[in-house]
Nanobody, 117 residues
Framework: VQLVESGGGSVQAGGSLRLSCAAS????????MGWYRQAPGKQRELVAR????????NYADSVKGRFTISRDNAKNTMYLQMNSLKPEDTAVYYC???????????WGQGTQVTVSS
């Protein structure tokens, strides 16, 4: 599976951005997809995750109520709508896909999100 992110950029606090992740290749094997982020000097952390099939979602506490994850199966694309952005949301955001049957993880190249105060 190949994953290509887009939609990052710079925004002021309170603003919005939408990230996209286009998947290609063995997309039929995808069990779940998610967004992770890594800020300078910090570990990569889960932001939001969505499963295949019933599309159940879960979010990091820090983004609940502000971010929304979704996917368009017809386009093999996942989205992250980010509203009410805060400076602490500044990070490189990575798209992740987890593939069956061995739950192997695939990553995109990352896209920078910068939120200024």
């Amino acid at each position: 599976v190949q994953l290509v992110e887009s939609g990052g950029g710079s925004v002021q606090a309170g603003g919005s951005l939408r990230l996209s992740c286009a998947a290609s290749g063995s997309t039929f094997s995808i069990n779940a997809m998610g967004w992770y982020r890594q800020a300078p000097g910090k570990q990569r952390e889960l932001v939001a995750r969505i499963t295949s099939g019933v599309s159940s979602t879960n979010y990091a506490d820090s983004v609940k109520g502000r971010f929304t994850i979704s996917r368009d199966n017809a386009k093999n694309t996942m989205y992250l709508q980010m509203n009410s952005l805060k400076p602490e949301d500044t990070a490189v955001y990575y798209c992740n896909a987890q593939l069956l049957p061995f739950l192997l993880n695939y990553w995109g190249q990352g896209t920078q999100v910068t939120v200024s105060s």
